[in-house]
Protein backbone atom coordinates (compact mmCIF):
# COMPACT_ATOMS: atom_id res chain seq x y z
CA UNK A 1 0.00 0.00 0.00
CA UNK A 2 1.32 3.40 -1.22
CA UNK A 3 0.08 6.59 0.58
CA UNK A 4 0.69 10.55 -1.90
CA UNK A 5 1.98 12.59 0.73
CA UNK A 6 3.64 16.12 0.24
CA UNK A 7 4.20 15.41 -3.78
CA UNK A 8 5.71 11.78 -2.88
CA UNK A 9 5.21 7.73 -2.95
CA UNK A 10 5.54 6.90 0.55
CA UNK A 11 5.06 3.18 1.64
CA UNK A 12 2.60 2.91 3.85
CA UNK A 13 1.16 -0.69 5.18
CA UNK A 14 -0.77 -3.39 3.56
CA UNK A 15 -0.04 -6.92 4.06
CA UNK A 16 -1.02 -10.61 2.15
CA UNK A 17 -4.20 -12.09 0.74
CA UNK A 18 -4.56 -15.99 0.77
CA UNK A 19 -6.57 -17.24 -2.81
CA UNK A 20 -9.85 -16.87 -0.92
CA UNK A 21 -9.14 -13.29 -0.57
CA UNK A 22 -8.92 -13.61 3.26
CA UNK A 23 -6.09 -10.82 4.92
CA UNK A 24 -3.16 -13.44 6.45
CA UNK A 25 0.27 -12.77 8.37
CA UNK A 26 1.47 -9.65 9.15
CA UNK A 27 -0.51 -6.40 8.01
CA UNK A 28 -0.23 -2.65 8.67
CA UNK A 29 -3.34 -1.00 8.27
CA UNK A 30 -4.83 2.73 7.91
CA UNK A 31 -6.52 4.12 10.09
CA UNK A 32 -10.18 4.93 8.92
CA UNK A 33 -9.51 9.04 9.66
CA UNK A 34 -6.06 9.46 8.07
CA UNK A 35 -4.86 13.40 7.32
CA UNK A 36 -0.93 15.09 8.43
CA UNK A 37 -2.30 15.33 12.26
CA UNK A 38 -3.55 12.11 12.69
CA UNK A 39 -1.05 9.25 10.86
CA UNK A 40 -2.43 6.07 12.28
CA UNK A 41 -0.87 2.78 12.08
CA UNK A 42 -3.03 -0.84 13.35
CA UNK A 43 0.45 -2.99 13.11
CA UNK A 44 -0.20 -6.73 13.92
CA UNK A 45 -1.31 -10.38 12.42
CA UNK A 46 -4.12 -12.13 10.98
CA UNK A 47 -4.88 -15.93 10.70
CA UNK A 48 -7.46 -16.81 8.45
CA UNK A 49 -8.90 -13.27 8.28
CA UNK A 50 -9.29 -12.55 11.81
CA UNK A 51 -6.62 -10.69 13.97
CA UNK A 52 -4.56 -12.67 16.39
CA UNK A 53 -2.43 -11.93 18.95
CA UNK A 54 -0.93 -8.24 20.43
CA UNK A 55 -1.60 -6.02 18.06
CA UNK A 56 0.43 -2.30 18.41
CA UNK A 57 -0.49 0.54 17.43
CA UNK A 58 1.55 3.78 16.22
CA UNK A 59 0.81 7.35 15.94
CA UNK A 60 3.14 9.64 13.37
CA UNK A 61 2.51 13.30 12.24
CA UNK A 62 2.92 14.93 9.06
CA UNK A 63 6.40 16.46 10.03
CA UNK A 64 7.56 13.34 11.42
CA UNK A 65 8.46 14.62 14.92
CA UNK A 66 6.75 11.80 16.15
CA UNK A 67 7.46 8.87 14.21
CA UNK A 68 6.29 5.12 15.23
CA UNK A 69 5.47 6.32 18.88
CA UNK A 70 3.31 3.39 20.06
CA UNK A 71 0.11 4.97 22.34
CA UNK A 72 -2.14 1.87 22.95
CA UNK A 73 -2.90 -1.46 21.85
CA UNK A 74 -4.04 -5.14 23.06
CA UNK A 75 -4.07 -8.66 22.66
CA UNK A 76 -6.55 -10.70 20.05
CA UNK A 77 -6.96 -14.27 21.42
CA UNK A 78 -5.17 -16.98 19.24
CA UNK A 79 -8.35 -19.44 18.39
CA UNK A 80 -10.13 -18.47 15.10
CA UNK A 81 -13.07 -15.79 16.75
CA UNK A 82 -10.23 -12.83 16.64
CA UNK A 83 -11.98 -11.19 19.70
CA UNK A 84 -10.04 -8.94 21.76
CA UNK A 85 -9.05 -10.44 25.30
CA UNK A 86 -7.04 -8.38 28.38
CA UNK A 87 -6.31 -5.25 29.19
CA UNK A 88 -6.65 -2.53 26.35
CA UNK A 89 -5.31 0.62 25.95
CA UNK A 90 -7.78 2.62 23.00
CA UNK A 91 -7.78 6.19 21.44
CA UNK A 92 -10.74 8.24 21.07
CA UNK A 93 -11.90 8.85 17.14
CA UNK A 94 -10.65 12.31 17.48
CA UNK A 95 -7.11 11.52 18.52
CA UNK A 96 -4.19 13.98 17.33
CA UNK A 97 -0.82 14.31 18.14
CA UNK A 98 -1.04 17.63 20.27
CA UNK A 99 -3.80 15.90 22.42
CA UNK A 100 -5.20 12.18 23.52
CA UNK A 101 -8.17 11.02 24.87
CA UNK A 102 -7.30 7.54 25.51
CA UNK A 103 -9.51 4.53 27.53
CA UNK A 104 -8.13 2.09 29.63
CA UNK A 105 -9.94 -1.40 30.37
CA UNK A 106 -10.34 -4.54 29.99
CA UNK A 107 -11.48 -7.33 27.75
CA UNK A 108 -13.13 -10.95 27.71
CA UNK A 109 -13.97 -12.73 24.95
CA UNK A 110 -14.70 -9.45 23.16
CA UNK A 111 -16.53 -7.58 25.44
CA UNK A 112 -15.89 -4.64 27.71
CA UNK A 113 -15.65 -5.52 31.49
CA UNK A 114 -15.48 -3.85 34.53
CA UNK A 115 -14.46 -0.45 35.23
CA UNK A 116 -12.82 1.47 32.27
CA UNK A 117 -10.56 4.75 32.86
CA UNK A 118 -10.19 7.35 30.23
CA UNK A 119 -7.69 9.84 30.48
CA UNK A 120 -6.52 13.18 28.80
CA UNK A 121 -3.16 13.86 27.43
CA UNK A 122 -1.76 17.11 26.26
CA UNK A 123 1.66 16.58 24.64
CA UNK A 124 2.59 20.34 25.40
CA UNK A 125 2.74 19.02 29.37
CA UNK A 126 3.33 15.39 28.35
CA UNK A 127 1.08 13.98 31.11
CA UNK A 128 -1.86 11.80 31.25
CA UNK A 129 -4.82 13.46 33.34
CA UNK A 130 -8.12 11.85 34.46
CA UNK A 131 -10.99 14.26 33.76
CA UNK A 132 -13.13 15.58 36.79
CA UNK A 133 -16.97 16.18 36.47
CA UNK A 134 -16.78 20.12 38.29
CA UNK A 135 -15.33 21.41 35.41
CA UNK A 136 -17.91 20.25 32.91
CA UNK A 137 -21.03 22.38 33.65
CA UNK A 138 -22.39 24.26 30.67
CA UNK A 139 -20.96 22.29 28.11
CA UNK A 140 -22.72 20.52 25.33
CA UNK A 141 -24.08 17.60 25.72
CA UNK A 142 -24.60 14.25 23.06
CA UNK A 143 -25.85 10.95 24.38
CA UNK A 144 -25.49 7.75 22.66
CA UNK A 145 -25.08 4.23 22.08
CA UNK A 146 -21.66 2.94 21.78
CA UNK A 147 -20.77 -1.33 22.31
CA UNK A 148 -23.89 -2.09 24.15
CA UNK A 149 -22.96 0.96 26.86
CA UNK A 150 -24.38 4.36 27.43
CA UNK A 151 -22.45 7.61 27.19
CA UNK A 152 -22.59 11.12 27.71
CA UNK A 153 -20.13 13.25 25.81
CA UNK A 154 -19.30 16.73 27.24
CA UNK A 155 -17.10 19.02 25.05
CA UNK A 156 -16.41 21.97 23.17
CA UNK A 157 -16.50 22.50 19.35
CA UNK A 158 -13.42 21.03 17.92
CA UNK A 159 -10.94 18.18 18.27
CA UNK A 160 -10.55 17.05 21.87
CA UNK A 161 -7.92 19.85 23.89
CA UNK A 162 -6.92 21.66 26.93
CA UNK A 163 -11.13 23.35 25.85
CA UNK A 164 -13.10 20.42 25.62
CA UNK A 165 -13.50 16.96 27.54
CA UNK A 166 -14.92 13.47 27.53
CA UNK A 167 -16.95 12.07 30.63
CA UNK A 168 -18.44 8.40 29.88
CA UNK A 169 -21.88 7.33 32.26
CA UNK A 170 -21.42 3.53 31.44
CA UNK A 171 -23.92 0.86 33.11
CA UNK A 172 -24.63 -2.63 32.76
CA UNK A 173 -27.25 -5.35 34.05
CA UNK A 174 -24.87 -8.24 35.96
CA UNK A 175 -27.55 -10.85 37.26
CA UNK A 176 -30.21 -8.76 38.00
CA UNK A 177 -28.38 -6.38 39.79
CA UNK A 178 -27.60 -2.60 38.07
CA UNK A 179 -23.78 -1.53 38.45
CA UNK A 180 -23.04 1.77 37.16
CA UNK A 181 -19.69 3.39 37.42
CA UNK A 182 -18.44 6.63 35.85
CA UNK A 183 -14.93 7.05 33.81
CA UNK A 184 -13.61 11.13 33.89
Not at 80 to 98: F, P, T
Not at 101 to 118: A, H, P, R, S
Not at 153 to 182: A, C, D, T
Amino acid sequence: MYLYYQGENQSSGGGEYKLNGEKIGIWEELNEVFWDFQQIMYIGEYYNGKKIGIWKNSLTNGNDLEINKQIWGGLYDEDDQGLKNRKWIEISQMLVIQSQVIDIGEYKNGQMLGKWDCFYRDDCKNQMNRQEVGHMMNKMQEQRMDCGLNFVIIYEMGPYNSKSHIVWFNSLKIKKQQRLWNAI
